[in-house]
């Protein structure tokens, strides 16, 4: 079993700003677990944009606190994102997330990300991988 909060991860290696500045993430469960998905807390910041692809993980999304517009550019919607909504990336849609109010939501993906992703010049994450452990890692 494993027990931690967002608190314990704070200024951790598993707490992660991205170099563009638009987000940090705070990721609670990561591959190194094992369990064949990561849990994250992030938080977009309001006045930007943050163009994704994920090419090679699904993502599903919880708005917790405050308000964005989502934008599939494959079918071209848009679609206002505020707590209690969820969208899911579940055919590697290109989207463009335009943050109106400090946007906290939930993440899970799978496959499990390691931790040391960031957006590439396409907006998606590589597929990285963890060396096989014998025990989960303690926080």
């Keep these: ?10 200024n951790t290696d598993r707490h992660v700003r991205a170099a563009s ?17 990561s849990l994250h807390e992030t938080i977009l ?23 964005a517009e989502l934008t599939d550019h494959e079918s071209g919607r848009s679609y206002a994102i505020t707590p209690g909504t969820m969208y899911l990336l579940d055919g590697h849609e290109r989207h463009t997330l335009r943050v109106l109010e400090d946007f906290r939501c939930l993440c899970v993906f799978n496959p499990p990300v390691t931790g040391r992703e960031d957006h590439d010049e396409n907006g998606v994450y590589p597929l990285l991988t963890e060396p096989e452990l014998t025990e989960p890692e303690e926080v």
């Design 1 to 10: 079993m494993i027990v931690r909060s967002f608190e314990d991860i704070e």
């Design 21 to 37: 500045g638009t987000w940090e993430s705070k990721r609670i469960v990561l591959a190194r677990e094992r369990v064949g998905f």
């Design 45 to 67: 910041y309001a006045g930007t944009e943050t163009s994704m692809r994920y090419a090679n993980h699904i993502e599903a999304v919880v708005c917790v606190e405050g308000a």
